[in-house]
């Protein structure tokens, strides 16, 4: 293979409306279980996409899928124009993958893994950059088999994004990383948004969907019970606000929301919060009643997460 010494070139970044992936009425089936239960997905050229849910929602069934190692059995899926499941060898120069599980050689060290990678991609890359961007220059002489979880999952996105393939699906990207490793990670990804190139994953931290995702799906049972923009998907969600209130308060305040109350603490999901917010205030006000815990707040990513877990969301 010819060496270089180049930087992975930048590609611009395509229209909005550009899609690198387009799925539509997915259905994957192991037996007699719905693995995925007929579901449509758009990813755009340029975006980082994240796919959310619990074990066993199907998200690792739709990523193998998309990257042509999973069969259908139903609908239609376009992956940079390609249908996976018929020309995997046409996709494979243009994607780099991290599955959960690494298939190393554990005899080889970190530069020898790198080494045997730039001879069996296409695209130009120098295992030194992935090194150094990776935090691995001083483990390159130490086999594979003596890394810790988080050194070979970091080896593991080092190859996933060698030569910044126009399209990265990342599973689970930092599980078993450190903060700081972690916070690494997410520079990388958002240095490969930055060249123009797609990233989607898969993370149980819903942290790092809000802090790189410009969209998310949340999946539940095979199906994807929310997805859009997390400002979108939480402005149509109920506010609330929570406190703890004295003894002898007795009956609560009339408002528009739901209230839920245990013992001495009250919590009111509402679609007014500045409405119902303030008569709770002056109800306690006019009556002497102290609020202890005071937090209002609009809707998070948890609290949607936690409804779809529970059934609570509709798709």
Excluded: C
């Excluded at 293979?1 to 611009?12: D, G, I």
């Excluded at 799906?217 to 095979?222: D, K, L, P, T, V």
């Amino acid at each position: 293979m010819t060496q270089t010494t180049s930087e992975p070139a930048a590609v611009p970044r395509a229209a909005d409306d550009d899609a690198a992936i387009s799925v539509r009425g997915l259905q994957v089936r192991y037996g007699d279980f719905d693995a995925v239960r007929g579901i449509d997905l758009d990813v755009r050229r340029g975006e980082i996409f994240a796919l959310l849910g619990t074990n066993g929602a199907g998200k690792t069934t739709t990523l193998e899928v998309l990257e042509g190692f999973g069969s259908r059995v139903g609908g239609t899926v376009s992956v940079l124009g390609i249908d996976p499941a018929r020309d995997r060898a046409a996709l494979r120069p243009r994607m780099g993958v991290q599955l959960q599980e690494g298939g190393f050689v554990d005899e080889l060290t970190v530069q020898e893994t790198l080494q045997l990678w730039q001879r069996l991609v296409e695209r130009p890359d120098r295992p030194e950059r992935l090194l150094e961007r990776f935090e691995l220059t001083g483990r390159r002489d130490v086999a594979v088999t003596r890394l810790s979880g988080g050194e070979k999952r970091r080896l593991d996105l080092a190859m996933a994004v060698w030569g910044s393939p126009e399209l990265v699906i990342l599973d689970e990207p930092t599980t078993g990383l450190d903060p700081e490793s972690r916070r690494r990670t997410w520079d990388a990804i958002q240095e490969l948004q930055e060249a123009g190139r797609t990233v989607v994953l898969t993370t149980h931290y819903l942290e790092e969907a809000e802090a790189l995702a410009d969209r998310v799906a949340i999946m539940h049972e095979g199906r994807i019970a929310v997805s859009g923009t997390l400002a979108a998907i939480v402005a149509a969600q109920p506010a609330g606000f929570s406190a703890t209130v004295s003894d002898g308060a007795g009956a609560l305040p009339a408002v528009s929301g739901a209230v839920e109350r245990e013992g001495d603490h009250v919590r009111v999901r509402t679609e007014d919060l500045q409405g119902d917010l303030t008569a709770f205030l002056g109800w306690a006000a006019d009556r002497g009643v102290r609020l202890s815990d005071l937090r209002a707040a609009p809707a998070s990513l948890a609290d949607i997460y936690h409804g779809v877990r529970t059934g609570s969301e509709q798709s």
